[in-house]
T-cell receptor, first 110, second 113 residues
Framework: GIQVEQSPPDLILQEGANSTLRCNFS?????LQWFHQNPWGQLINLFY???GTKQNGRLSATTVATERYSLLYISSSQTTDSGVYFC????????????FGKGTMLLVSP | DAGVTQSPTHLIKTRGQHVTLRCSPI?????VSWYQQVLGQGPQFIFQ???????GRGNFPDRFSARQFPNYSSELNVNALLLGDSALYLC????????????FGQGTRLTVV
């Protein structure tokens, strides 16, 4: 099956700092999503981005499908950004199967 | 509009028992998928249902089963519970079978003792 690797596994930032999270995948995909998992387990949709660049406030994401990677940028980080960030991809298969990476654990300290 | 809703939020069961988890998708969404997330890992795909038919199945034993009802809600059933079944069970809803954004519920945290 497809492999999804996220880096770094852990990240500690001071409030106000910027960061870049990376997601590499091993095969072509027709869907890529970024999620933020809050402490209660809820997966919050950040971006649906099979290709191209999108921005939402302090967050932006870029997916280069031909080179099989996606980047999530967090600018001016806040303590509420803490949590686990997951990248998930979907292979063309006839049904929706998201394959998740292991996540990046982000801790933003005041 | 209500998002994806799951019930119950927490559950404690004994080894060997059976459990049923429930999910209501976003209104208008016809596809429901189930995922298992163990501590420290990303969610793993269990099943996808679309228009009441199973469309995909992950690498889980036959103790796991599911169904989708005419109103597109879904149930996940697990028989003969093992300690290793303790996990967060997540339901995702989407408009179509593929190439569409998936939205997740808050999950059911199952503890098997």
């Amino acid at each position: 099956g497809i492999q999804v690797e996220q880096s770094p596994p852990d990240l500690i930032l001071q409030e106000g700092a910027n960061s870049t999270l990376r997601c590499n995948f091993s095969d072509s995909v027709n869907n890529l999503q970024w999620f933020h998992q809050n402490p209660w387990g809820q997966l919050i949709n950040l971006f649906y981005i099979p290709s191209g660049t999108k921005q939402n406030g302090r967050l932006s994401a870029t997916t280069v499908a031909t080179e099989r990677y996606s980047l999530l940028y967090i600018s001016s980080s806040q303590t509420t950004d803490s949590g686990v960030y997951f990248c998930a991809v979907e292979r063309p298969s006839g049904y929706s199967t998201l394959t998740f990476g292991k996540g990046t654990m982000l801790l933003v300290s005041p | 509009d209500a998002g994806v809703t799951q019930s119950p939020t927490h559950l404690i069961k004994t080894r060997g028992q059976h459990v049923t988890l429930r999910c209501s998708p976003i209104s208008g969404h016809k596809s429901v998928s189930w995922y298992q997330q163990v501590l420290g890992q990303g969610p793993q795909f269990i099943f996808q249902y679309y228009e009441k038919e199973e469309r995909g199945r992950g690498n889980f034993p036959d103790r796991f089963s599911a169904r989708q009802f005419p109103n597109y809600s879904s149930e996940l059933n697990v028989n003969a519970l093992l300690l290793g079944d303790s996990a967060l069970y997540l339901c995702a809803s989407s408009l179509e079978t593929e190439n569409t954004e998936a939205f997740f519920g808050q999950g059911t945290r199952l503890t098997v003792v």
